[in-house]
């Protein structure tokens, strides 16, 4: 079966930095997407970034352009999002999510597409 597994949160004061892990299992190709969404209490899902594993084609929200980078290490089967100029704003539980197709997203990130789902980290910006 396929899994994601999300690690690398936590705190960090406005302006700092965070790298995000998935770790994914189960495919036998490199045809599938990666995404990574966030949501809080009172707030919708927000597709932040994803990543086409076997293309290496990427897309970012509007919010985190310029701020976050999206990558991939096929090696080791797992999705980075390296988080840079974190501000408040950014707080939330992220999850990391993965489908079984190819993905050429623009500034939005659909989360129903996602099939697979890790169980979140939280990631904290104080200011």
């Known amino acids: 079966q396929v899994q994601a597994v999300e690690s690398g949160g936590g705190s960090v004061q406005s302006g700092g930095s965070l790298r995000l892990s998935c770790q994914v299992s189960?495919?036998?190709?490199?045809?599938?997407?990666v995404g990574w969404f966030r949501q809080g209490t009172k707030k919708e899902r927000e597709g932040v970034a994803a990543?086409?594993?076997?293309?290496?084609?990427?897309a970012y929200a509007k919010s985190v352009k310029g701020r976050f980078t999206i990558s991939r290490d096929n090696a080791k089967n797992t999705v980075y999002l390296q988080m840079n100029s974190l501000n408040p704003n950014d707080t939330d539980m992220y999850y990391c999510?993965?489908?079984?197709?190819?993905?050429?997203?623009?500034?939005?990130?659909?989360?129903?597409?996602?099939?697979?789902w890790g169980q979140g980290t939280q990631v904290t910006v104080s200011s």
């Open positions: 990543i086409d594993v076997g293309r290496e084609i990427t």
């Open positions: 999510a993965t489908h079984s197709s190819p993905c050429s997203y623009s500034s939005y990130i659909p989360p129903h597409h996602f099939d697979y």
């Open positions: 189960g495919y036998t190709s490199t045809t599938y997407c």
